[in-house]
């Protein structure tokens, strides 16, 4: 019954490429592949707008309130995969190293936007 349920909340232009599965949770499944691939596009762009943005003409505080809201963005969507076969110790370590590899990358990205009246914080 829930399947007949699940079938019948779906879009009919989705619902043709899911009703031939035979349980809720295959469908479940389809679903989160065909969304998940459609990210990619949107990853793409705000990859892109990150790149180029820059602080130009706007004070600091507007430059940084929308990098922030783009790494916002960015963290939304699924982080790297970890590995999860590491020695608990290690796994620790690489995974605190991962992080702040990400934390930096995140500062010289912010760093490279600003206007060149910053240029001593950049050195």
């Excluded at 990853?43 to 990098?67: C, E, N, P, R, W």
């Excluded at 620790?92 to 010289?108: G, I, P, R």
Aim: hydrophobic share 40%.
């Amino acid at each position: 019954m829930e399947t007949i349920q699940l079938l019948n909340s779906i879009m009919p232009e989705i619902r043709s490429s899911v009703v031939y599965l035979t349980t809720a949770k295959d469908i479940w499944d389809d679903l989160a592949i065909i969304f998940a691939e459609s990210n990619l596009p949107r990853v793409f762009q705000l990859k892109k707008d990150l790149m180029s943005l820059s602080q130009g003409s706007i004070s600091i505080t507007a430059y940084f309130t929308k990098f922030r809201s783009l790494i916002d963005k960015m963290d939304d969507f699924p982080p790297v995969p970890r590995c999860i076969y590491l020695s608990t110790s290690c796994q620790y370590a690489f995974l605190t190293k991962l992080d702040e590899y990400e934390q930096v990358h995140k500062l010289s990205q912010f760093i490279m936007g600003l206007s060149n009246h910053f240029t001593t914080v950049r050195g």
